[in-house]
């Protein structure tokens, strides 16, 4: 693990990340016009009981549906496994990420979303579709999508809420301990060594220089390793809670789910660059600018 990896490492991040946005819009898109495509036919179809044809054409729709989910999971999979190696190179960065806006970041929880989050997404998103379709299940329609869960499925998700709060508590107390070693004694030693130096006027030599820097560096490590390990066990437990809550759903419910989150990961991270270039023309931003694609 190295303390500040440099601008190379920042910067291939920041174009994969880039990339990886285009192509989650490009699964967005084909999310959107297979759920539209569905939603049309099932409006034009008669109740789906009693025959082999129809049967089969459900396998069928379900088999399009689930390669379209396994294909987002990929996609989920291939962001983490790029950030798991860029933080190996600079754990810091993913803490403090510059291809996300400041509107992002004031939403950070160890270096990306809270998965709690993905159960307040799944009830707003349930909700409004509930409220939208109400008139077709009042008549004992199925609308296919998350107004349309089940008794067996709300209580399963609720299950999975409370034991990912609960794991996300253990993470987040343990971010508290880390971060609370930035009091500890060599740190609060080293930097009064410091500060006397400085008062005293007395200019270090070379050694007395190298000699710092290491016991800088050295304090620094071992804190920085363990921010490695946080961020590790926080993506473990977004990405575990997201394939968790799409086990949960109906494929046509996972899609309804996923393009929920992708629009709003999207539309929040354009706002929110929207937001930096506007303060930027009004000389309100700072800090250095990679490039975008």
Same mark, same amino acid.
């Given at each position: 693990m190295k303390i500040g990896g440099g601008t190379d490492n920042i910067e291939s991040f920041n174009n994969f990340f880039q990339c990886w946005l285009v192509e989650q819009d490009q699964f967005l898109n084909e999310l959107l016009d297979v759920s539209k495509h569905y939603e049309t036919n099932n409006n034009n179809n008669t109740p789906t009981t009693g025959s082999t044809s129809i049967g089969d054409h459900q396998v069928s729709k379900d088999q399009v549906l689930r390669s379209l989910i396994d294909k987002a999971i990929d996609h989920y999979e291939k962001y983490y496994r790029a950030k798991s190696r860029s933080a190996k190179e600079d754990v810091l960065a993913m803490f403090s990420p510059c291809w996300m806006s400041k509107l992002e970041e004031a939403f +950070?929880?160890?270096?990306?979303?809270?998965?709690?989050?993905?159960?307040?997404?799944?009830?707003?998103?349930?909700?409004?579709?509930?409220? %939208?379709?109400?008139?077709?299940?009042?008549?004992?329609?199925?609308?296919? !999508?998350?107004?349309?869960?089940?008794? =067996?499925? /709300?209580?399963? /998700?609720?299950?999975?809420?409370?034991?990912?709060?609960?794991?996300?508590?253990?993470?987040?107390? *343990?971010? %508290? $301990?880390?971060?609370e070693t930035v009091g500890d004694s060599s740190m609060v030693e080293l930097s009064h060594k410091v500060t006397e130096l400085i008062r005293s006027g007395d200019r270090m030599s070379e050694e007395e220089d190298e000699? #710092?820097?290491?016991?800088?560096?050295?304090? +620094?490590?071992? *804190?920085?390793?363990?921010?490695?390990?946080?961020? !590790? #066990? %926080?993506?473990?437990?977004?990405?575990?809670?997201?394939?968790? /809550?799409?086990?949960?759903? $109906?494929?046509?419910?996972?899609?309804?789910?996923?393009?929920?989150?992708?629009? +709003?990961? +999207?539309?929040?991270?354009?706002?929110?660059? $929207?937001?930096?270039?506007?303060?930027? =023309?009004?000389?309100?931003?700072?800090? /250095?600018?990679?490039?975008?694609?």
């Open positions: +950070l929880w160890i270096g990306g979303w809270r998965p709690s989050m993905a159960f307040h997404l799944l009830y707003s998103k349930s909700g409004s579709q509930f409220e %939208a379709r109400l008139s077709e299940l009042l008549r004992g329609i199925s609308t296919g !999508d998350l107004g349309d869960l089940s008794p =067996n499925q /709300v209580v399963r /998700v609720d299950e999975l809420q409370m034991k990912t709060i609960r794991e996300e508590r253990q993470v987040t107390e *343990k971010m %508290a $301990k880390l971060q000699d #710092e820097d290491e016991q800088v560096e050295s304090n +620094l490590a071992s *804190k920085e390793e363990g921010f490695g390990e946080m961020l !590790d #066990e %926080a993506d473990d437990l977004r990405l575990r809670t997201l394939i968790e /809550v799409i086990s949960i759903l $109906k494929p046509m419910q996972a899609v309804h789910f996923l393009i929920a989150a992708w629009e +709003l990961h +999207l539309r929040v991270h354009d706002w929110g660059k $929207k937001r930096d270039a506007r303060n930027q =023309n009004h000389g309100g931003g700072d800090g /250095v600018n990679l490039p975008q694609s």
